[in-house]
């Protein structure tokens, strides 16, 4: 059996009658990183929320370490590392007061406050007030607060909201290199799939408050398999052509749809395209977006 | 646990106008003094001949209620302040700390924070007498200590109340503005009768020094603000946070 880091259990969340999470059974192995998807509303958050015990589930248990989160509380948390939506910061105080009044509740050591900043890269900037901060300097500060405790679960909800795409990549190699370097689990949330595709190991979808999807990211690649266009010169001769041999395709304006096509396949039509002299203008590739791969997985999913 | 809370409220605290308002609060109500014996120093020290010191406390006691409420008021609404700003609600409570520890943190520091504002009444006032030539001899040590901190002991549940509301309420007018109309009222609410004026909460802080059986009004200030303490705390556990 694997040891699952998180195992909620009928998790649920209802606001005035309505349902924000319901019936929520995530589960995280030990080490992963786990992208937790969702759009905005889907109740990432409020999952995240639920997952520190800020707020209450109306329904359902959470079980981090394998300790009930509702009895264990403090001695779980104590192992965890959070940075929920926004970061939190105390604007006139230092980086190194901010962490310095984080660490006297945690009791870590005094020279963790050094070597986080250090992992985050704001040492430069560790005596400046954190109201001047950019915003990326304050989410890389959020996450030095995360893992100033040294936890062995680091809980981020959209740790890139906001940054810059270099702020964006150096967050992405930070995360990386947790579970390598520290043996730490990480779940991340996020709107976008392609923030966490390249980290994840695994992929949860949340939906209306419904997981509708829970596996590896390769699983969820093989069912997010994108689909190939090519645009030519004469689309209905160049459909009739490729008929005669035999492949499928479909016509969608100036262009030609593959579906679920290999390499080979992608070269033995342009080789036959070109050899009865239709101009090729572009091969591209057409990736699915999220939203239509949630439409795809809330589609496959629903009637069960 | 809630000694590690404190700790980390005194470093928050820093550069927040805190520390400014515990002192000028005291010294605001003695210098007010200090300009009134100044003005008319001749024809005070004449009509209060043999009892300078006595005189001198009913003076800057009229004042010590109001300005008690605008400090249950104000010290509650800018600790709050800290922590919502950039609503750190969520991440100080999602660290290994009880949230009964968080609350009675806050409680404990602006316990701590009024009282050195007492001490620092205490020491003005002394100070004050000694420079306006009182007989040294005269001085009421256990008069002035009385003036100093019973009637903060009398307006702990005003205190438990707007630390309460502040924690609660992300807005801070609300708050600000109850205690500001409390504060400016209980220089009158004293007088509206002689029956049930005893029975207002908002009066305790005036009884507790003037009154008869000043005793009951500190007692009863300690019950009722430990008993306000004890609901926050217990709603604060509670609570969820956004």
Known sequence: MKEWVIET??????????????????KIEKGDIYGFLGPN?????????MLLGLIKPSNGSVHIFG?????????ILRRVGSLVEYPSYYGHLSATDNLEAIRRILGAPAARITEVLDIVGLSKEARRPVKGFSLGMKQRLGIASALLGSPELLLLDEPTNGLDPSGILEIRELIKQMPKQHGITVLISSHLLSEVELTAGTVGIIR???LVFQDTIAHLHQQAQGSMSLIVSEPEQALATLLQQGIAAKKSGDALLFANIGDHAVARIVKSLVEHDHAIYRVEEMRKSLEELFLQIVGEVKPS | MMLKALSSDFLKIRGKGLWFLIFIGPIGLIA??????????????????????????????????????LGVTLIPSLLSHIEHSTNAWKQLLALPISRGAVFRSKFALSVILLTISCMVLAAGTVILGFSLRFELADMPVGEILKLCFLPFFASLPALALFLWLCINMRNQAIPITLGVLIAISSVFTGLISSTWSKWLPINWPMFSFAGPQQELFVGAGFLLGAVICLLGTFHFIRKDVS
């Open chain 1, 9 to 26: 259990k009928g998790l649920s969340k209802r606001y005035k009658g309505r349902y924000a999470v319901s019936n929520l059974n995530l």
């Open chain 1, 41 to 49: 509303g889907a109740g990432k958050t409020t999952t995240i929320r």
């Open chain 1, 67 to 75: 300790q009930p989160l509702n009895k264990e509380k403090l001695s």
């Open chain 1, 208 to 210: 209306q408050g419904e």
């Open chain 2, 32 to 69: 007010m003094q200090a300009l009134n014996y100044g003005l008319r120093y001749d024809y005070l020290t004449q009509k209060y001949a043999g009892k300078l010191w006595e005189a001198l406390l009913v003076d800057i006691q009229m004042f010590v209620p109001i300005s008690l409420f």
